[in-house]
């Protein structure tokens, strides 16, 4: 991994599996000058058996390859210790099916270099699909209940309202991204509300703005056909583990005092 030379302070990462209908147009809306004036990329190639790789190579962005298919979650993770090594200061991660509109990209960021009225940065940017300025965006009744009930779920345990927690396009400070880089901190194959839920808990500060999403048009979710009932079990279960490990078992308490969390200690 010598010889590499950071520019940037924002590094875009993109799990990829299998998106070789999608990807070309995505780094095609992702290498506009404004974009690669703040950002480089990063795709993680979570074993693609398609061309995926080709089309990220042949274009010169950074790209790391899984040996095997290891989930959503591994990739991003895999990609989180790439920024934390190579000295990036903020994450954007988002989708390779062209669902996260590239426009993202400099709201997520702003919102990561901004403070708050208490003169404090947020740890987590959540990209939403549900709020005023969110543009519309389309979903069967069965994901809505779903996610008003991991809504709940946040709200009851935290009191924090959390309009979108299930969304993959996220913001994240170098602090949130070396809490996640360690072992245990994160889900590797479905980090969602669940990841929320326990960073909410550990005092992490998570802020939320709308985003312009679309639907997926080609390849394959990878919540297709009966997949989501049992998502739906795991993520709850999940989510309620979190709960109990953080709350009651004062699971990763070090973290919630040590605020400091900003440089990697392995
Ligand atoms: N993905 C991955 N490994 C997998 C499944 C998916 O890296 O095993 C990638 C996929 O290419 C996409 C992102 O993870 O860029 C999110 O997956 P998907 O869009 O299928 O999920 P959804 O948006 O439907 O929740
Ligand atoms: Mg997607």
């Known amino acids: 991994m010598g010889g590499f030379n950071r520019t940037k302070d924002l590094l875009i990462i993109i799990p990829a599996y299998n998106e070789e209908k999608n990807i070309e147009k995505l780094l095609d809306n992702l290498e506009s000058p404004e974009i690669m004036e703040i950002a480089d990329v990063l795709i993680m190639n979570d074993a693609s058996s398609d061309e995926t790789n ?4 042949e274009r010169g ?10 989930g959503y979650g591994s990739a991003l993770q895999l990609g989180y210790k790439f920024a934390i090594r190579r000295g990036y200061r903020y994450v954007i991660q988002m989708d390779a099916d062209g669902q996260h509109d590239v426009c993202n990209v400099t709201s997520l960021f702003k919102e990561l270099t901004t403070k708050d009225e208490s003169g404090e940065y947020p740890d987590i940017v959540l990209g939403s699909r549900f709020m005023e300025g969110s543009s519309p965006y389309k979903a069967p009744l069965a994901k809505k209940i779903a996610w008003g009930f991991f809504r709940t779920l946040i709200y009851w345990a935290t009191k924090r309202k959390i309009v979108d927690p299930t969304t993959g396009l996220q913001g994240l400070s170098r602090r949130a991204i070396i809490f996640y880089s360690k072992y245990n901190h994160f889900d590797d194959q479905y980090p969602d509300a669940n990841m929320i839920m326990q960073m909410l808990l550990l005092g992490f500060r998570i802020r939320e703005i709308p985003a312009v999403m679309h639907a997926r048009t080609e390849g394959v979710s990878m919540h297709s056909g009966l997949k989501p009932i049992v998502y739906m079990f795991r993520m709850t279960f999940s989510i309620l583990a979190v709960w109990i490990g953080v709350k009651f078992m004062k699971r990763d308490r070090d973290v919630a005092s040590a605020r400091d969390y900003t440089e990697e200690r392995e």
């Open 54 to 57: 080709w089309i990220v190579k």
């Open 61 to 70: 962005h950074n790209i790391v390859t899984h040996v095997f298919n290891l």
